[in-house]
């Protein structure tokens, strides 16, 4: 009684205080008044607290929006600490909850001035007195007696979880609503009570369900929370009205119940009213037929097939861009087949097909809990006799599957694609190797598989350049950055759904019979080539997947691999030909045939192993270097995979294949290379062998190099010239790689010398050069038998054979350096210059190659109207005054200097202030560079005089500008460096006259007169930051 009196001392002011007038002041010491008293306490009292409460909520028409979230704010912390134990005050508080938001004229509309606060304390307040209330107090509630009261609360928090904005309010609004048709626990495990709550929510499934899927869809930026609690919602409701345990099988209920309550289909803008009961009809007719509706078998069958259509409206979220939403759909997926999989037969394709997609989720959260579903499904499936084995639903959802999938994917919708190839992979995996291998048995199973399999892996070809391209690969390179992505699908260009056609290919070798599989696409291979891609492609994926694992699968293979070898397949028409009708489609076509090809045959060597395949290699090694000298790039970084991949099977690498394998290769060569005309492609294999062989090669190969150099000299041979130089080309560079020595650099630091040592020099130097003859025009030309007069008449005998191959390779290709083909003068030089770097220790050989050299190599400079041309020229004639030195000296001087210096003038004027990026496109400008960077070594190799490279220094000394493009400016610049490590005294003479640092030099000693240098400052300021660098470097 002490108790009682003090809790009625701390109640008294603070509730009438409320009473009196509901502010934050009061509503505060309301609360903490209540968090300080025990809850039994408060129990007795509840009737007391609520009154003023309720006194103000039912006058909320007065108050403004504030005041009345104050009382819902109270209201639910009273709620908190007390049992709601009577039907009446739970009804109380109810209606005055939800009234709240409503209309006052029209009640069964919402207010349109209720506030978003007071909408949030609305749904705590319900779901609060929901949790609050006793079991016995909710069994009396969830009755058709009170049908209107719940009907209106769930119409309240459907119509604002549908149209408010706010993410915290339409969550809160779904969970009251989750708390008011009791689905918030999983499994209620009260029957009779379950049963009551099914019995009239049954009344309001179409609009709770219609509503969730206008939720779960509304939009793909709508948060995820949202859409999970909406999935949550359709799960559980569905699972509870649809459970195949709770069923009223009263037939004499079944009048017309199904025309009275009507589930039509359901889209995302459905009208909820089309799915309620018609209420203007009689009041007394409409609560008769509520009191007599129920689950009787037709109203089960009835609903059953109009939820077909909202379970694959939700099946739609499969693809949910948040993984807790995808998890969430397999949970309510689980549900509604734990609890209702025979009252729901017509959506368990669906539910199923959510499973299955979902069990090859990228997360594991969401395939693992899919995986669990799918077991538990199959294992309940085994216990009841009335519903479909998993396997036999599977089994007709495959077939209807693949029935439709051609469509699909020839259609546009590409996650449509990606969901029906996921759930065609999970359906093999639910089906497993003991049913797979039955319905392949199945011709009509077997043929829609194939076609709809087909489909999937069209190649798309149209984006495949028919481009030709002349130059040397690097095998390392282009196997280090090759990847698949070469293969675009024409109707999956999807990553993951490429992904799921290689994963459905390598199930299908997993679970079916592989030699009869393969047989089946052999027949489709060879009987048409409209599908010979795709089926190529295929077989590709069914040798990567796995090992050989009997003899039956590798004569399939073998048998595969006879097929791939038809010649027919490897000469397809390449280039597109008018006279021979080939069109570019075609010729597209042929070029990713052949890399399919290549790459199945290296797929197929790790499939059967390195024993099983050695004999094959001989019929496969051949084709696959033609490939991999492809002047197609795609052809050829295919081949150069598949060399690489066969090599590594066997333990080494290409160059280690091809030299194991020299004799074999050496001899088909030189059988292609008698009708080379015949067999054009027989020199990019030839090309491909020096390039990945050793020196230990060269015996075989040297019978190789003589039989072209023969074809060279054939008139009847000129179409093939060009490709002939590519095959000389590629000799030389290898030479050079086998054996080759790199020349040391030339130093760029000159050695401190004492000025007294050097001013003697300098005197003696010039006492010399007085005492010889200055005219130029006395040289006379060097007879040929002058230049070879120091030559031994008898050569060595012991004389490498490789370089005899060079010297007969290096005069072979002289007589095409005068062609009117720009391609086949640029090889030519770039074999000459390759070609005497290998003579560099044999002077005997080198010397008579650049006199025979010199006359057509003068020519390219006197005709520079080609720079592309001159920069090549220019480049041998380096290599060679590094070589040769002083032997080309004079030659030198009178037929090339004359012509560099200018063209180097006469490009001046053209470079000043080009630095946009068209002029450093342009052969010109590259031109410039190449001489300014190269005439510097050039000049000291020869050992030009004081004169020459005064000459030169003032030929490139306006590339010192600050007008010229930058790179010139530094080529310039290095030029003027490398020359003063020789010339420093001149250079620096030179540069003073340009721009002179200070405009007097004096000296310490009176023998030495001071000098005075004119002032060019003004003129020369352009000069100045480059010249003043130097300068401060010398």
């Known amino acids: 009684k002490i108790a009682i009196e003090e809790t009625f001392i701390k109640l008294k002011p603070v509730c009438d205080q409320i009473a009196i007038s509901p502010t934050v002041k009061s509503a505060t010491e309301l609360k903490s008044v209540l968090e300080t008293l025990p809850s039994e306490r408060l129990q007795q009292f509840v009737h007391y607290i609520l009154v003023p409460i309720f006194l103000h909520l039912a006058n909320s028409n007065k108050y403004k929006s504030d005041s009345i979230c104050i009382l819902l704010d109270c209201l639910c912390t009273v709620l908190k600490r007390i049992d709601i134990k009577e039907i009446t005050l739970f009804l109380k508080v109810f209606v005055l909850v939800f009234s709240q938001v409503l209309d006052e004229k029209e009640s069964n509309k919402l207010s349109s001035s209720s506030s978003e606060e007071l909408k949030l304390g609305v749904m705590k307040c319900a779901a609060i007195l929901i949790k609050r209330s006793d079991p016995k107090v909710l069994s009396e509630f969830y009755t058709r007696q009170y049908y209107g009261k719940l009907s209106m609360s769930v119409y309240t928090c459907t119509r604002i979880a549908l149209n408010e904005e706010s993410i915290h309010l339409k969550g809160e609004t779904l969970r009251t609503l989750i708390y008011l048709i009791q689905v918030h626990n999983e499994s209620l495990n009260n029957y009779e009570f379950r049963h009551k709550v099914a019995n009239i929510v049954m009344l309001m499934l179409p609009g709770i369900v219609s509503h969730s899927l206008a939720i779960a869809t509304a939009t793909d930026i709508q948060n995820h929370k949202i859409t999970l609690l909406a999935v949550r919602l359709w799960g559980r409701v569905v699972g509870l009205v649809m459970e195949d345990d709770i069923q009223d099988d009263d037939d004499v209920r079944k009048e017309n119940a199904t025309k009275k309550f009507s589930l039509v289909k359901v889209t995302i803008n459905s009208n909820p009213r089309e799915f309620s009961i018609d209420w203007s009809s009689d009041q007394t007719k409409t609560k008769d037929r509520i009191q007599r509706m129920s689950r009787s078998s037709s109203w089960i069958e009835y609903s059953n097939n109009q939820l077909m259509p909202v379970t694959k409206a939700f099946a739609g979220l499969q693809y949910h861009q948040h993984w807790k939403v995808r998890l969430e759909l397999v949970n309510a997926a689980h549900h509604i087949l734990t609890y209702a999989p025979k009252n729901m037969c017509l959506s368990l394709p669906s539910l199923i097909e959510i499973l299955i997609i979902l069990s090859q989720d990228e997360q594991p959260d969401v395939s693992a809990t899919s995986l669990v579903a799918i077991k538990l499904f199959s294992e309940n499936c085994e216990l009841k006799s009335d519903v479909k084995n998993l396997v036999e639903i599977v089994e007709d959802s495959l077939y209807e599957l693949i029935t439709k999938l051609p469509r699909i994917l020839y259609g546009v919708d590409l996650t449509m694609k990606e969901r029906q190839l996921s759930l065609l992979s999970g359906y093999l995996d639910i089906l497993g190797r003991a049913h797979v291998d039955t319905l392949l048995s199945s011709a009509q199973h077997l043929n829609r598989l194939l076609s709809s399999l087909f489909i999937a892996a069209a190649v798309d070809c149209s984006s495949v350049t028919l481009l030709e391209e002349i130059s040397l690969r690097n095998l390392e390179d282009e196997i280090s950055c090759s990847q698949n992505g070469w293969r675009k699908f024409k109707w999956c260009n999807t990553q993951k759904s490429q992904h799921r056609i290689e994963q459905i290919c390598r199930k299908l070798v997993k679970y079916s019979n592989l030699p009869l599989f393969i047989h089946y696409l052999m027949d489709n291979f060879n009987t048409g080539k409209t599908y010979r891609k795709e089926i190529t492609l295929i077989f590709n994926y069914i040798f990567t997947s796995a090992n050989a694992s009997n003899n039956d699968e590798i004569e399939a293979a073998l048998s595969v691999f006879n097929s791939l070898m038809d010649q027919n397949l490897w000469n397809l028409p390449l280039g597109v030909s008018i006279d021979g009708g080939v069109a570019k489609e075609e010729a597209q076509n042929n070029i990713v045939q052949v890399c399919l090809l290549t790459e199945a045959v290296s797929s197929l060597a790790s499939f059967v192993g390195s024993d099983v395949f050695s004999p094959l290699l001989l019929r496969c090694l051949y084709p696959l270097l033609e490939c991999a000298g492809s002047p197609h790039h795609m052809i050829a970084t295919r081949g150069l995979k598949s060399v690489n991949c066969i090599a590594e099977l066997y333990g080494g690498g290409v160059g280690e294949l091809v030299s194991n394998n020299a004799d074999y290769l050496s001899h088909h060569v030189l059988l292609n290379l008698r009708h080379a005309h015949r067999n054009p492609r027989v020199l990019s294999v030839l090309s491909v062998i020096m390039k990945h062989s050793t020196f230990s090669v060269l015996p075989s190969l040297h019978e190789i190099i003589n039989d072209v150099l023969v074809q060279c000299c054939d008139s009847f041979q000129n179409i093939n010239a060009g490709a002939f130089l590519q095959v000389f080309h590629t000799f030389v560079l290898c030479l050079n790689n086998w054996c080759g020595e790199s020349d040391a650099p030339r130093g760029t630091v000159k050695e401190e010398i004492n000025i007294v040592e050097e001013l003697l020099d300098y005197q003696k130097t010039k006492q010399e050069a007085e005492q010889l003859t200055d005219d130029e025009s006395e040289v006379k030309d060097i007879s040929e038998q002058e230049i070879f007069s120091g030559v031994h008449d008898s050569k060595d005998k012991n004389l490498s054979s490789h370089i005899k191959l060079t010297v007969q390779i290096l005069n072979t290709s002289l007589h095409f350096l005068p062609s009117k083909d720009q391609t086949r003068q640029i090889v030519v030089l770039q074999i000459l210059e390759n070609g005497v770097l290998l003579l560099r220790k044999w002077t005997d050989e080198l010397l008579p190659i650049v006199h025979k050299i010199w006359s057509p190599l003068a020519q390219r400079f006197k005709n520079c109207d080609n720079h592309l041309i001159m920069q ?95 790179t ?66 010398i």
């Open 872 to 966: 090549r020229a220019f480049s041998l004639l380096k290599t060679l005054g590094r070589l040769s030195r002083e032997f080309i000296r004079v030659r030198t001087l009178r037929d090339v200097l004359p012509c560099l210096l200018d063209v180097l003038k006469r490009t001046t004027k053209d470079s000043l202030k080009s630095e946009s990026d068209a002029y450093k496109m342009s052969q010109k400008y590259k031109l410039q560079l190449c001489i300014l960077n190269g005439i510097g070594e050039l000049s000291l190799d020869m050992g030009l005089s004081e004169k020459e490279i005064d000459m030169i220094l003032e030929t490139i000394s306006p590339y010192l500008s600050n007008r010229q493009p930058q």
């Open 968 to 1033: 010139l400016q530094d080529a310039c610049f290095d030029t003027f460096k490398l020359m003063a490590t020789e010339f420093s005294d001149l250079v620096w003479l030179h540069l003073m006259s340009i721009c002179p640092k200070q405009l007097q030099f004096e000296t310490a000693s009176a023998v030495f007169p001071s000098y005075q240098f004119q002032d060019k400052s003004e003129q020369m300021k352009e000069y100045q930051k480059n010249v003043h660098r130097l300068l401060d470097i």
